[in-house]
């Protein structure tokens, strides 16, 4: 048996009108309580970057750390290898935190990252040592002849981090170095690529 039902034109009229009272009413609820939550979301404000760069304090320990006279002979060979370590503080007394820092190596006869020429050997190796997300890390500024800037991350104001900085030369030959020599040489500390300390130090042959 099959059912039908019929309405007329009024039925269907009053049918209509609930279904889309309905829609409205639901659509409302809806909206009220999307507008409720976000009402009650907390809201989120972005950290300002500093508007300007401070001006950070660098000390080294010992300008004159890497010592290698009694290391390399009069004929520029090393007999077996020896490394010199100094720190160097970084210090942020400034009322901003810094950029993001980097050091690298600076070379003052062409201006360029990078070691005195006659340095630029195999047989000569630069590290440092640090603290990162609770970790102390040890990577390569120069080593087998490729420099690298390493990235240190910020300093907050007020705030200081010493890293440690390692110079090793290789047991090598002859004429290897050149003895009784003086490099004057440079560590950059950069912010960014606009803002930047040295730190001058010398290497002994």
């Given at each position: 048996m099959?059912l039908?039902?019929?309405?007329?034109?009024e039925?269907w009229?009053?049918?209509?009108?609930?279904?889309?009272l309905?829609g409205?009413v639901t659509?409302?609820?809806?909206?009220?309580?999307m507008?409720?939550?976000?009402?009650e979301?907390?809201?989120?404000v972005p950290?300002?970057?500093?508007?300007?760069?401070?001006?950070?304090?660098v000390?080294i320990a010992d300008?004159d750390?890497?010592?290698?006279s009694?290391?390399?002979d009069?004929?520029?060979?090393?007999s077996?290898d020896?490394e010199?370590?100094?720190?160097i503080?970084i210090?942020?007394?400034d009322t901003?935190?810094?950029g993001t820092l980097?050091?690298t190596?600076?070379?003052?006869?062409?201006?360029?990252?990078g070691?005195?020429?006659?340095?630029?050997?195999d047989e000569?190796?630069?590290?440092i040592?640090?603290?990162?997300?609770?970790?102390?890390v040890t990577?390569?500024?120069y080593?087998?002849e490729t420099?690298?800037a390493?990235?240190?991350?910020?300093l907050e104001?007020?705030?200081?981090?010493?890293?440690e900085?390692?110079?090793?030369?290789e047991?090598?030959?002859?004429?290897t170095f050149l003895d009784?020599?003086?490099?004057?040489?440079e560590?950059y500390?950069?912010q960014?690529?606009?803002s930047?300390?040295?730190?001058?130090?010398?290497?002994?042959?």
């Amino acid at each position: 048996m099959v059912l039908v039902i019929t309405m007329n034109k009024e039925a269907w009229a009053i049918v209509l009108v609930a279904v889309l009272l309905t829609g409205v009413v639901t659509a409302g609820g809806t909206y009220w309580w999307m507008q409720r939550q976000a009402e009650e979301a907390p809201t989120f404000v972005p950290t300002e970057e500093p508007t300007r760069l401070p001006s950070l304090d660098v000390v080294i320990a010992d300008e004159d750390f890497a010592n290698f006279s009694a290391n390399i002979d009069a004929n520029g060979s090393v007999s077996s290898d020896a490394e010199k370590s100094t720190n160097i503080t970084i210090y942020n007394n400034d009322t901003v935190d810094s950029g993001t820092l980097y050091l690298t190596l600076y070379n003052t006869q062409t201006g360029e990252e990078g070691l005195p020429d006659a340095l630029q050997i195999d047989e000569v190796i630069v590290k440092i040592t640090y603290s990162s997300n609770f970790q102390t890390v040890t990577k390569h500024l120069y080593k087998d002849e490729t420099f690298k800037a390493i990235e240190l991350g910020t300093l907050e104001s007020d705030a200081y981090a010493r890293i440690e900085i390692t110079v090793e030369v290789e047991e090598c030959d002859d004429d290897t170095f050149l003895d009784g020599k003086t490099y004057n040489c440079e560590f950059y500390v950069l912010q960014g690529s606009t803002s930047y300390e040295d730190i001058d130090w010398h290497f002994i042959t």
